[in-house]
């Protein structure tokens, strides 16, 4: 070895090599290395091996690499604090979510008894966060292995301001109290607000409600998601709704975890995506979607007649029964489906109520975002938590071929960074933020089912957040580098 003469290489602290890299962006993928000095990307070209020296090398040899997924509709409010491993997630190759949806977030609502659906984080012991800035604190001191961006949700908004008085508009005077709340959510840092409007909480709420609160959220230049009033028969109506909200706030919408329920309303996602598209050319509106045709949620009697089939999830008085189909439960207890209902409660379900026609038209409506809606405290969760992205990568992209790996891989990266305005998140370039996952093309594929749904897919082999390595093969490293992710306005200001 000649010492004297060996001019000194540039140094970083990981180096990814000899990888296909899928950037984020839609483009082809490339066969690249990619340098990482601390949490960001230094360097991506060809033989990077050769020019750089690294701390640390990872041999990407027949694995895709690419920007880190961002899960866009989560409920891992809670998750985040009790579960850092995040390993739900963190295995799926996600490595940002988005919380706070549907309504439901773990501050300002700090009551013994969170009204259904938001005993879906836990109980009165959970809500323990007056403020979102307290909620973001505890989140920063005891760090996650992801990163998160949250949202506020219009019904704990509700619950706080207004008890238990909840199937009624608000009064002028509680509205002003929300939006004092929604205004400390926002100016921590919070993304914007979600609701939850096909939910006794926030059922009663009228348009004008959403409307005085979400121009609010639109003076931060935050965004709105809603899960929309009504999903079945009343679905047209639903998107008409959100995107007169959309307009009268100026804010950006994005409708959550489209689908249209009910057997009666199967096909009419051509319907929904047509309005959707036109209102494109006006404003601002964005859908994500979970790859399965059963939904998830509390268990409500009203909701059993739209479904072909019911699973129990969870029940508090009987834990004996999650994962297992209420109709059976029923029958063995010789009762009415509300009596069951009601021993059940409290308690969560999946409901067989979509149609697999609809799924696929709207997983491939353009710039389509995937959010899991995972249930992370449920007993027998829905397989969804632990299977939606490589069960859009391998069953929906490589084997259906919806479209190709790049658009998915944009979909789950590049839009959603671009969509809830995350700065120097999905898309691999230089000056990006070093969030990036390890996988198999050919092999990647969601082991979760119904009957078994706690089970990690396979063909995820690196998951690194800001520069680090959270997951190495099959296991968690130990590493909690997540972050609070801000908003960035639109205008770069
Ligand atoms: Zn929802
Ligand atoms: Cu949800």
Redesign the pocket.
Known sequence: MNLKSTPRNPRCDLLIHSGDVIDGTGGPRAHLDIAIEGDRIVAVGENLDERIDAGNKIDASGLIVAPGFIDVHTHDDRAVLSTPDMTPKISQGVTTVITG??GVSLAPYTGNAPPPPMNLLGGGDWYRFSTMREYMAAVADAPPALNLAPLVGHSALRATTMGDDLSRAALPAEIERMEALLDEALSAGCIGMST?LAYPPAFAAPTDEIVSLASLVAQYDGIYTT?MRDEGAGVLDSVHETLDIGERAQVPVVI??HKCVGRKNWGRSRETLAAIARARARQRVDLDVYPYVASS?VLFADWLSKAERVLVTWSTPHPELGGRDFEEIRRSWDCSAEEAVERLSPAGAIYFQMDEEDLRRILKFQDAMIGS?GLPHDSHPHPRLWGTFPRVLGHYCRDSKLFTLEEAVHRMSGVPARVFGLEGRGTIKPDAFADLVLFDADNILDEADFASPERPARGIYQVIVNGEQVRRGYEWTGARPGKILKRKKPNGA
């Open positions: 949806n549907c939850g899960h959550s975890h949620t809606d």
